[in-house]
């Protein structure tokens, strides 16, 4: 349930990288607070556990299909909440970097949705509050169930929405819903079963693990400042983005919602204008006999004054301009690999 | 999905990749990051239908490939392994968008056929300018530049950690998954109670390593804080590069360089 690129918006992708970035830096400078310094390589080594696990799939009963471990429950409940969302955060950067699992712009959105549900809210409110400080089997079992799942579905629910704000994809909300969440209902239960299997594994094996994990601080308090200072940073980091749209019409779009292509066609008025009359003049010399049935839409759209609201460059023109471009682009790549020396120049000109 | 020890190459071989020397793997990390970074926020930026537009963007991932020497085949099947998720949202779209935006010819085309052509170069463009980055610049110059972009070091040193004990674990895990198929005799993926223990088993033996390499850090006189790779200086090379392709991004933003191109095209053959 990675987002990727593709389907967010700057604005929404802004958004969650302020959001997620500030998680991030809260989160070290807890972890730098509690001064534990076995935790440093332990952080990285259960990241790379993450990593190993997930490599691993097995095979989900009576439907042939193949699962693996999503990682964020146990993670919050091995380090805590603070710690677990950091080697979370990381890991799915590394999968954003070597992988192509998610993009770049849309890590910050999947951090919060794959971190901060699960370390944030299912670990304290659901694991903690069931699982209680004891080590009592059953109980661990059935919150780590219990709160995977309830962190799969809040991230889900989160990727329904990111998707729908940034407007890319033409799914409705209500579709998107009825086709997420129940999806991440089985998900989430054969994922709460693998969390709680392996807790109890280690319950039986390393004890002690468990217990010191159990014994931190719960965190009462400081989870709802840290909720209040979130909703805060979307609030400033949504609005000053979306102001940013309304000021700079011809500038990037930043809005979620595109309702007109007006603004670009203004913009590039002055080129536009001297290639029409070009075109034009090109136009009056006859007898060249190609036609195509392209050929008169291409002719008419430079001559009209108002462009159709709804495309900018998508007129026959633009995707001739468009395989055109591609084509140049790639002979530029081809001149420059025959050309050894021109890696020389690192401007790029 | 790829099998284990696919994957586990395929992390050693990004790193191998960066390890190359051209000018683009000279170049500050942070000017990377910070271009890439640019790249991806402006084609991002387009309206949900454009397409056209979106094509002289190609521009950049094909000079990072060419001028940077990377393998542009093994880089077009890592995006394309990438791929389901945005495939599978945005083929959504055809079916629910069905106005005829514009007629190619005899071909009507629905906004949804265009948004979700327009999906998926967005996703091509943006996965191979990350993969390219990586290439080109490697985990570990990529976590000095985000440390010095002002991620938080904690943030940056467990990165760092993530990265070098990933290739570690995935071989444990591999060797795991080996053995157990040996002695199953080709029988198809544990279930889930068995992949629990199996799981179970690979955390006890991260816990151990976690342990042995926290003595072996204490040892070196480890004092709680990590030396992170040096950084280098950012020169004027650095500063042009970043400033010719922001330039070009922006030319490309408000220019609409195909349609003029195209405009100029049809005219000739008129």
Redesign the interface.
Known sequence: MHMADALISPAVGGTMWVVSGGLVAYSARKVREEADDRKVPLMGVLGAFIFAAQMLNFTIPATGSSGHLGGGMILAILLGPYAGFLVMASVLTVQALFFADGGLLALGCNIFNLGFFTCFLAYPLVYRRIAGDGLDRRRIMAASVLAALVGLQLGAFGVVLETVASGISALPFGTFVLLMQPIHLAIGVVEGLITAGVVSFLLEARPEILSAASARRPIGVSIRGALVALAAAAAVAGGALSWFASTRPDGLEWSMFRTSGKEELESGGGLHGKLAALQEKTAFLPGYGFRKAAGPEAGDAPSEAAWPAVDAGTSVAGLAGGLFTLLLAGAAGLLLSRRRSAARNPAGE | ?QT?AA?TF??GY?DALAGGD???H??DARAKVVV??LF?????????????????F??YP??L?????LPAGYLLR??L??AP??FF??A??PF??RAV??????LA?S??M??FL???L??FL??TA??C??ALTG?NG?CAALESLG?????A??????????T???G???R??RARALRAFGA?????????????????R??A??ER??SA?LCRG?D?S?PLPGRSAFGR??A??V???AG?FVLF??????????????????
């Open positions: 999905m284990i994957r395929d992390i990004m051209t000018a683009l000279r170049l890439t970074l991806i926020v402006f084609v991002v930026s387009f309206g949900r239908y454009e397409i056209s537009r979106l094509t002289p190609f521009l094909v000079f490939v060419s001028a940077g020497e890592k995006a392994a990438a998720f945005a949202v945005g959504f779209n629910l968008d935006l514009f007629h190619l010819g005899p085309v906004g949804g265009a948004s327009s999906i998926l967005r996703f943006t996965v990350a993969l980055l990586v985990v990529a991620v938080p070091r904690v943030f040193a467990q990165l760092l950690f993530l990265n070098r004990y990933l570690v674990l995935a444990e895990a591999g795991m998954a198809p993926p544990p279930g889930p109670s068995l992949f629990a223990r199996l799981a179970g088993q690979l955390l006890l991260s816990y390593r976690a390499v926290y850090m480890f709680g990590l090379r650095d042009a590069f400033a010719a392709w070009l933003r408000s220019v609409d360089v195909p349609r003029a191109l195209g405009i100029l095209l049809t005219g000739l053959f008129k």
